[in-house]
Antibody, heavy 116, light 108 residues
């Protein structure tokens, strides 16, 4: 069974940093591209970042470019999102999602709250 | 890129059909057959319902179907059931993922 479990969310002040993790199991992690998608409270879904299976290709949404860094650890079957210079508007539930062309499996999400 | 446009809400009685539309542009929905639909119940993760415009993943009831015409994609629930009450998001892949604004489906 495919499982994606996010962790690392919490309350952080504006300008602060946070590192999210996503533990993958039930599939060959090294064979799949992965993504981060977020959802602000009461709002819709917003794609945040993409990393290819080999980590050779990485993309970011303009809203996070230069502040967020996506990475993956094949040995640990883990996806990460390093978030720096956080803003109030980054407050959201962050989901990791597996890509099979479309986003076929999602984790349960981890809440990031940026507030003073 | 702006979000794809969806009607804010639709409703129907049990057993009735409902259709949710998703409007994009010739650069996203109109350009590729990479439209997917996600169902999201309150405080739950999105669930894939339709991919590649009209394909249904294993386990998704066949009352869910998808289609596309020009720059507009549609999700139809042929016979609404109580458990279908949720938010639905369309998504178009065009180098990155562009989501719709979301439609709340209410079962009367």
């Amino acid at each position: 069974e495919v499982q994606l479990v996010e962790s690392g969310g919490g309350l952080v002040q504006p300008g602060g940093s946070l590192r999210l993790s996503c533990a993958a199991s039930g599939f060959t992690f090294s064979s799949y591209d992965m993504n981060w998608v977020r959802q602000a409270p009461g709002k819709g879904l917003e794609w945040v970042s993409y990393i290819s299976s080999s980590s050779s290709t990485i993309y970011y949404a303009d809203s996070v470019k230069g502040r967020f860094t996506i990475s993956r650890d094949i040995a640990r079957n883990s996806l990460s999102l390093q978030m720096n210079s956080l803003r109030v508007e980054d407050t959201a539930v962050y989901y990791c999602a597996r890509r099979a062309g479309f986003l076929d499996y999602w984790g349960q999400g981890t809440l990031v709250t940026v507030s003073s | 890129q702006s979000a794809l446009t969806q009607r804010r809400s639709v409703s129907g009685s049990p057993g009735q059909p409902v259709t949710i539309s998703c409007t994009g542009t010739s650069s996203d929905i109109g350009a590729y057959n990479y439209v997917s639909w996600y169902q999201q119940h309150p405080n739950k993760a999105p669930k894939l319902m339709i991919y590649d415009v009209s394909k249904r993943p294993s386990g998704v009831p066949d009352r869910f179907s998808g289609s596309k015409s020009g720059n507009t994609a549609s999700l139809t629930i042929s016979g609404l059931q109580a458990e279908d009450e949720a938010d639905y998001y369309c998504c178009s892949y065009a180098g990155s993922y562009l989501f719709g604004t979301g439609t709340k489906v209410t079962v009367l």
